[in-house]
DNA sequence: TTTTTACCCACGAATCTCCATTGAAACCCA
DNA sequence: TGGGTTTCAATGGAGATTCGTGGGTAAAAA
């Protein structure tokens, strides 16, 4: 079953070649929202780790800036344009489902063999899951969720 | 119009005969956009930097002007359009994907050993890397990635 | 001539494509 | 209801392809 939002939670494997599968239901909410096998992966504002969107991420940024700006092109305009579209990845999701994660994203995301996605609804999460229970804690649902699926995997 | 902007960043070398590989996911943007393989490459108007546009991108600036300034025609309109048309350069995109960097450009644009390409959407940027962590700082998600790009480069 | 600009080709590393295996959940049916 | 079968998500590996890069050479310009 899918839905437009982003929900629910996977912990998947991270290979020797940086590939992960993304979880199918992500995947569905993905092709269902845009109709494209791309998403768009960068590094969080806040927190230690990465956030996903759809392809519908930029042309709404882009309807943003030009409401806000028009045509005033001033130096907030551009840190706001570099911000927005400069430091997300494109990334093409594989006939497995699985994508690339770029070793730098890797890097600022803090991700190692474990990738932990979370549904944000209109976005989504991927943690390091050490790195999760560490800043969120293991006493929330959530985090008692990670705890087991990391366990699990040994 | 709204869908295939110019995302992500990517850090390339400048070789002894000033060439340049533009970041393949650019290109194709590029070349989605216009059928071209021509950039426009001009200094930044604020910023330190260079800027690169599609061929599509002085129409858009015509059209701006003449809303702006509708019948106007006095020398703001004229410094304007000098400053829109009169700087950038149109540069052929090799069977590598290669520019070759115009002296004069580099130099403006402070352009060494390295240059930083950053997704803007409608356009994007083209820095000294260095420069940019200087000018935008190392704290942001962008200027992490930057710095880390740019370790990777020894 | 020197200097620049446009094409060639070449190579290694990173990326993409395709196929195989595993394991768990869903399904079916006597 | 239980047992077997099918389906599909996740994962692993090998080969082909692309990308970024360096170098050479010929045409064009200064």
Redesign the interface.
Known sequence: MSHDQFLGNATNAVDAKNRVSVPAGFRDTIERRTKEKWL?L????REPCLVGYD?HR??R???I?DRRFG?D???ER??Y??????????LPLDDNGRIILPP??K??GGIEGLALFVGAGDFFEVWNPVVFLDAKGETTPLGRIVRKQLDARK
Chains 1, 2 share one sequence.
């Open positions: 768009l960068g590094p969080h504002e392809l930029p042309g940024l882009q309807a800036i045509d092109f001033g130096p551009d840190d344009a570099r911000a927005a579209f400069g430091s997300p990845e494109k730098i994203l890097d600022v």
